[in-house]
């Protein structure tokens, strides 16, 4: 079975704050990619952390912790366009990306 | 419009025919990856190829599936003899080397009736 976990749906509301939560196992890792994907449409890339700590980019941030195996990403200020499924990857040491099922969000008016 | 190029968007064939879905990577990529996605589901990793060579295809089934990313042209992706449980939706992505960024193509949305 996959060793990458995410949930499966998350509802928020416009104009707030989410935190979409990641966790995975491996004894090689390159880096953890998240990527959005709308319905029907192509996965989109938003960030990748290789170093521990908080990437901030725009309304987006990701924060990983390479020693609990964690990751997040974070979503500010909430637009109904961001209703879309954000999948969470990590780069094994073959440099293969193993995916997660990915987290459908909804947001609400 | 330089991004990675899939081609058809859409696919149908009957059970037994066979499907090739192509893909141009971005410019400068050399590397291309093809994906599988089920509904409401992650992507599962096919097949890893550079120009001219498999560089992984631990994730493609073994029969019936074969890819190919010639010296000239695009990727393709190749089921034979197609089966119900071949519908999906098959992305391909590329990258300028394997450490960088993949970034992915629309899609091909495959149906077998």
């Known amino acids: 079975g996959q060793n990458i976990d995410q949930p499966t749906e998350m509802t928020a509301t416009e104009g707030a704050i989410v935190q979409i939560n990641c966790t995975y196992q491996?004894?090689?890792?390159?880096?953890l990619f998240w990527y959005q994907q709308h319905a029907g449409e192509a996965p989109t890339f938003l960030s990748y952390?290789?170093l521990d700590g908080l990437e901030e980019k725009g309304r987006f941030s990701s924060f990983l912790s390479r020693s609990k195996g964690y990751s997040y990403l974070l979503l500010k200020e909430l637009q109904m366009k961001d209703s879309a499924s954000y999948l969470c990857?990590?780069?094994?040491?073959?440099?293969?990306?193993?995916w997660g099922a990915g987290t459908k969000l909804i947001i609400k008016p | 419009n330089a991004g990675v190029t899939q081609n058809p968007r859409h696919l149908v064939r009957r059970r037994g025919q066979e499907a090739r879905l192509r893909c141009s990577p971005m410019?400068?990529?050399?590397?291309v990856y093809w994906y599988r996605q089920l509904p409401e589901e992650g992507l599962k990793f096919m097949v890893y190829?550079?120009?001219?060579?498999?560089?992984?295809e631990s994730g493609m089934p073994k029969e019936r599936f074969s890819a190919e990313f010639p010296k000239e042209g695009p990727s393709i992706l190749r089921i034979q003899q197609v089966v119900r449980g071949d519908s999906a939706a098959y992305f391909c992505?590329?990258?300028?080397?394997?450490?960088?960024?993949?970034?992915f193509g629309d899609g091909t949305r495959l149906s077998i009736l």
């Open positions: 952390n290789v």
């Open positions: 990857a990590y780069m094994d040491s073959n440099y293969q990306l193993i």
């Open positions: 491996t004894s090689g890792f390159n880096g």
């Open positions: 190829l550079q120009k001219e060579n498999i560089i992984d």
């Open positions: 410019k400068g990529h050399s590397h």
């Open positions: 992505a590329s990258s300028p080397s394997i450490e960088e960024t993949q970034h």
